[in-house]
Structure formats: C-alpha cells, structure tokens
C-alpha cells in the first residue's frame, strides 16, 4: 500500500512514496453517483509548456467523443524548469477530465508513468508522450483493440503502417541494435513484440494489479511485459513524429540506463528457487555416482567404462526423479501418466549427454587453446553446463505441451 506524500497543494495530485506497486484495487469511488473511469492515460513531462495545452486538447477532442466522462488524463511532471505542470494545472477549469501530479523528489520518466497510475482509477492505463511524437489520433485504435478483448495494445513503428520520420542512419541502428540487444537478453519479454521500446500504450489495469515494478530509464514497456500478466496483445502501426516544439531528450545515458534494464529485469526474472533446487539434486546425483562407482568397482569388480557409464546413467536417473518430483514438480504435475514421465526422462538424458559433451569442449578450449589452469578451466564448464542443463529442461524436458 503506498504512502502518501502531504507536502503538496490540495489542487495538485498527491505524489505516491515508497514502493512502485501497481494497487490491487482501483480508487475510484464506489458510490453509484461517481460515473466509472474506463481509461486513464498518463503524460509524462519535463519542461513540455509549449506542447502541453495542445495535446490536452487534442486528447479531450478524441476521448469526449468516445468516452464522455468516463476518462481521465493525469499530467505527471518532473518539477520543469517551464513549469509546465503549472501550465497543466490552469488547464483544470477547461477540461475537468484533466488532474496533475508534481514530483519534487524524484526524475525518470518510467516512474512518473508508474506513479500516475497508482493514482488512476481507470479500468485500462496508458501513456502517450507529452511531446506530439505519439500521434494522439492513434489512441482511438488503440482503444478499439482494448474493447475487442485485448490485454495490451501497442503503437508500433514496426508494423504496417509503421514507421520513423526523420530519423538519421546513426540513430535508426541504434534503435534496431537495442531491439537485437534485448531479444538476446530477453528472448520471451522482448521477442513479444514488434516495437518493445514504444513508449506509447493502454494495458488492462488487472494484468498489473499487485505487481512490483522497477524500471531504469525511458522504456517501461519491457517492465509491464516483463512483469505483468498479459495474454492477448494488439499492435497498431505508426509513424514516429519530430519534435515540433522543445528539445529532444534522447542521449547516450539512456541507452546505457536501457542495458541496465535488460540485465536487472533478466536477473530479477530468473528462477532463482527453481535454481537452487535444481543444484541440490545435481549435487546429490554426485554422490549417487561416486557410490554406485565405488561399488562396481571395488565390491563388484567390473570394468572401468562399464561401471562408469552405469553410475552416470544411475546418477541421471537419481536426478530425474527428485527434478521431476520436486524442481519441476509444479510442471510435471500437469503432465500425468507413465509414457509423458518416461519423455520427459529421454529428453533429460539427451540433455545430459550433450552437457557432458559440452563441458569436454569448454575444458579443452580453456586449457589446451587459452592456457587456462586445468581445475579452474573444469571449474568454469561445470558451471556453464549447470545452467545449461537447467535451462534447456526447464525449455525442453519440462515444459506443458499437451492441455485439454
């Protein structure tokens, strides 16, 4: 639950403190007499003046016409130096649908969107830039994919009818290579897309209720992907617009703030839990095969390859049953019945012995090519083929394929 901030005038927003939690329920009023806000759409500003009053009342224009008392626009202003949230708020009178929010102590434009909409009260949230880059018409289409059943619409610049203006050939590969950068690091939230660093959407405030965001820099988009529930997603195509008025804001220290983001969502999105207990039963697969080894060999006595390949092939089975049962259990219980159970132990095995022929790869290339210590060169693929092993099975071994 998010504190308030009380240092603020009673005709501004009060600014949420603490933590970037999208509320579980909406604020809107229950009384029956308060008409039901569908849409808010937050704005996003810093030092925006010479643009906010016009695309105020552009949106007003587009969404009486649609949606007559049932939105909302929140301004969220960084404290401009223009003082464009004072110029918002003297736009209240004239569009009663309009409410700002002033932040004095914090900066970034993804947690002034978050910070505005743990004030809505709509049931669908959006943001649009306050810039005229997003061209306001497209909301309609936007809108219309939301009321069709979707979870979240986007404005693409890579779909039909997509695309940038003015762009020069330097800042359209950087854009196209932090899109690479992101299906590399982000393969499932990234890859969901066509424009994963648009900046213009509406999302069903349901998918976010309860979530925890914690986005770096411009792009809050791969945070609501990452984090959020979100099934049915629609794309709209549109062109990218130039500045008309003010300065653009796009330097180095965002695209160095979009790899911090990459990285801390991927870290913050591996299966930690899964992980470790995976590790667990790897390390008891150790001792199985130092056991089962030391048995054939030395009470037994059978030959050397002989024994080692049955104890690797017991310690594989050891593996299984306790990933099957416990790691993944949550999975494998989707998939009952003997024939899904001996798959998902065929798979594990092929993964197994490609990890084993991978980590004699790694070895020879650390120490016979890089002249690396020959224990720490183990050390290194042994750890390599660990989250090799899990990741390929948690994609591969266990994964629900067939649901009635």
């Known amino acids: 639950m998010a504190n ?3 240092t603020q005038p009673h005709f501004l927003l009060p600014v949420p403190l603490g933590a970037l939690q999208i509320p579980e329920a909406q604020t809107a009023s229950k009384n029956t007499s308060t008409s039901l806000i569908r849409l808010s759409l937050v704005i996003p500003t810093y030092n925006e003046g010479e643009n906010i009053e016009y695309i105020i009342q552009l949106l007003s224009l587009l969404l ?10 929140i301004v969220v202003d960084d ?24 932040r004095v102590e914090e900066r970034g434009l993804s947690t002034a969107v978050i910070r505005g909409w743990q004030v809505a009260r709509g049931e669908v949230l959006g943001v649009i830039d306050g810039d005229l880059q997003h061209p306001p018409e497209l909301l309609l289409q936007l809108w219309g994919k939301m009321q069709r059943g979707a979870d979240l619409a986007v404005a693409s610049r890579h779909v039909e009818n997509g695309g940038v203006s003015d762009w020069s050939i330097v800042r359209r590969f950087l854009s196209r290579g932090a899109q690479l950068i992101g299906l590399m690091v982000l393969p499932g939230v990234v890859g969901r897309v066509s424009d994963p660093m648009s900046g213009y959407f509406l999302v069903r405030h349901d998918c976010l209720a309860g979530k925890m965001l914690n986005p770096l820099g411009y792009k809050i988009l791969i945070e609501v992907l990452g984090r959020g529930n979100i099934s049915w997603i629609a794309e709209v195509g549109y062109v990218f617009q130039e500045r008309q008025e003010g300065m653009s804001k796009v330097t180095w220290k965002q695209y160095v703030e979009y790899l911090r983001h990459l990285l801390k969502l991927r870290l913050s999105l591996w299966p930690v839990g899964r992980f470790i207990r995976f590790g667990a039963v790897g390390l008891s697969g150790v001792f199985v095969h130092m056991a089962v080894f030391y048995l054939l060999r030395s009470e037994l006595e059978w030959g050397l390859t002989r024994s080692a390949v049955i104890a690797a092939e017991v310690a594989i089975i050891n593996n299984f049953l306790w990933n099957d049962r416990w790691t993944f259990g949550d999975i494998s219980s989707q998939q009952k019945g003997w024939s899904k159970r001996f798959k998902r132990l065929l798979k594990f095995n092929i993964i197994c012995l ?21 224990y720490i060169a183990n050390l290194i693929a042994i750890a390599t083929v660990t989250f090799w092993n899990f990741w390929i099975n948690l994609k591969l071994s266990w994964r629900v394929t067939e649901v009635k």
């Not at 009486?64 to 626009?73: G, I, K, M, R, S």
């Not at 790869?361 to 890089?370: A, R, S, V």
């Open 64 to 73: 009486d016409a649609v949606l007559p008392n049932a939105y909302e626009l």
């Open 354 to 374: 490609a990890g084993l022929v991978l980590n004699v790869t790694i070895l020879n290339l650390l120490f016979n090519l890089l002249g690396i210590n020959e």
């Open 79 to 102: 404290d401009s130096p223009d003082l464009t949230w004072k110029v918002a708020l003297s736009l209240v009178s004239k569009y009663p649908q309009l409410r700002v929010m002033r």
């Open 4 to 6: 308030w901030s009380v």
